[in-house]
Nanobody, 121 residues
Framework: VQLQASGGGLVQAGGSLRLSCAAS????????MGWFRQAPGKEREFVVA???????NYAEFVKGRFTISRDNAKNTVYLHMNSLKPEDTAVYYC????????????????WGQGTQVTVSS
């Protein structure tokens, strides 16, 4: 599966953004989809994952602020980000795998290119 992330940009603290990740292929609905992020000088970290039936697992630091959703008819997963903070500034990556093995980046098979999110204070 090939992934294409989009929707990043510059936003003020407290603002919102919606990221999208479009996937190729006919079996999108079978994949667990995830979002990760990587800030400068830091390791890539897990943000959220969503299974094929819509059950999501969030990192603690985004609970209540970020929401993941998927549209299997459009082969797209979304990350709705609200109440953004400067510390949310990072390159955001979407990822996919046929099984969910946790939040370690190395356990995810497919990656899209990143999209930059910058939150100004």
């Amino acid at each position: 599966v090939q992934l294409q992330a989009s929707g990043g940009g510059l936003v003020q603290a407290g603002g919102s953004l919606r990221l999208s990740c479009a996937a190729s292929g006919r079996t999108f609905s079978k994949y667990v989809m995830g979002w990760f992020r990587q800030a400068p000088g830091k390791e890539r970290e897990f943000v959220v994952a969503i299974g094929w039936i819509g059950v999501a697992n969030y990192a603690e630091f985004v609970k209540g602020r970020f929401t993941i959703s998927r549209d299997n008819a459009k082969n797209t997963v979304y990350l709705h980000m609200n109440s953004l903070k400067p510390e949310d500034t990072a390159v955001y990556y979407c990822a996919a795998d046929l099984t969910y093995s946790g939040g370690r980046p190395e356990s995810w098979a497919y990656w899209g290119q990143g999209t930059q999110v910058t939150v100004s204070s």
